[in-house]
C-alpha cells in the first residue's frame, strides 16, 4: 500500500472500494472518489487535508451504472464542461463552436452539450483515429490539426 502523499508516477483521481476502514463515515464496502493517483491500493487519512481537491468523496452505487462515470461524465470532466460552456459561454441555438481538445474528457463533453443547444460543432483534435471518434459523438465537423491544412 501506497500513501496517498506518496509520488505516484501517473496523477489523477480514482474510484476506489473500501477494504478496510478506521473511519466511520466510509465502512468496508463503500465506493470512493480521491484524487491519489493511479495505483492498487491508497491508505488515506480522512482527517487530513488533501493536495488537490477537499478530501475524499462518498458515492452511492447506481444499479447499472458503472462507477467510472464519476471520472468522467459525471464527475469533474462533466462538471468542467457544464460550468464553462453553459454558465460562462450562454450558447444560443444557430451558434457555431469549436472545441479544441475535442476527443478529451472536457471537450466531448463541451461538443455533445453544444449539439443538444441547436450548435453547429467544429471539434480539432490530433489523430484520424480521434476524428472519427468525435464524428460519432455528433460533432458537425472534425479537424486534424497535425494534418488537415485550414489556412
Given at each position: 500500500r501506497l500513501l496517498a502523499t506518496d509520488q505516484t508516477d501517473l496523477p489523477g483521481e480514482q474510484v476506489a472500494r473500501v477494504i478496510e476502514s478506521k473511519a466511520k463515515d466510509f465502512p468496508v464496502g463503500s465506493l470512493v472518489c480521491v484524487h491519489a493517483g493511479w495505483r492498487s491500493h491508497t491508505v488515506i487519512d480522512v482527517t487530513q487535508p488533501r493536495i488537490f481537491g477537499t478530501g475524499v468523496d462518498l458515492f452511492h452505487e447506481v444499479p447499472g451504472i458503472s462507477p467510472s462515470l464519476w471520472l468522467g461524465a459525471v464527475g469533474m470532466p462533466g462538471v468542467t464542461?457544464?460550468?464553462?460552456?453553459?454558465?460562462?459561454?450562454?450558447?444560443?441555438?444557430?451558434?457555431?463552436?469549436?472545441?479544441?481538445?475535442?476527443?478529451?474528457?472536457?471537450?466531448?463533453?463541451v461538443g455533445q452539450l453544444a449539439k443538444t443547444c441547436g450548435l453547429t460543432v467544429i471539434g480539432i483534435a490530433g489523430s484520424k483515429d480521434k476524428c472519427e471518434y468525435i464524428k460519432s459523438l455528433g460533432f458537425d465537423y472534425a479537424i486534424n490539426y497535425k494534418e488537415d491544412n485550414i489556412s
Open positions: 464542461a457544464y460550468l464553462s460552456f453553459l454558465e460562462r459561454c450562454e450558447p444560443k441555438s444557430g451558434e457555431v463552436i469549436v472545441v479544441t481538445a475535442a476527443s478529451g474528457a472536457v471537450g466531448a463533453i
